[in-house]
Nanobody, 125 residues
Framework: QVQLVESGGGSVQAGGSLRLSCAAS????????MAWFRQTPGKEREFVAL????????YYADSVKGRFTISKDNAKNTVYLQMNSLKPEDTAVYYC??????????????????WGQGTQVTVSS
């Protein structure tokens, strides 16, 4: 059983930056694909970013490309999401997610097996 714990959320003004962290335990971190999703009230959870277990390839939603950076530290069993140039529309609860699959839908919530509890990010204008 994998446990994921997010941290680093908070409130920031538009144009500011935050770095989210997701600490994983209960598995071999290097075997897992690690992703970030976000969700606002009344909307479906949406894909934000992914880092692939095998070669650390990264993928981003178009809405965050060029502003957000996903990275990981295998020694610390932690994945990060550096968020720059934040906009009010980035306000959401951000979730860390993971799987150990080889084939899966990268941008779909059903593609992931384990989720963190979420951390709130609020961007004010």
């Amino acid at each position: 059983q994998v446990q994921l714990v997010e941290s680093g959320g908070g409130s920031v003004q538009a144009g500011g930056s935050l770095r989210l962290s997701c600490a994983a335990s209960g598995g071999t971190f290097s075997n897992y694909n690690m992703a970030w999703f976000r969700q606002t009230p009344g909307k479906e959870r949406e894909f934000v970013a992914l880092i692939i277990r095998s070669d650390s390839s990264v993928y981003y939603a178009d809405s965050v490309k060029g502003r957000f950076t996903i990275s990981k530290d295998n020694a610390k069993n932690t994945v990060y999401l550096q968020m720059n140039s934040l906009k009010p529309e980035d306000t959401a609860v951000y979730y860390c997610a993971t799987n150990s699959r080889r084939f899966y839908l990268r941008t779909a919530t059903r593609g992931y097996d384990y989720w963190g509890q979420g951390t709130q990010v609020t961007v004010s204008s």
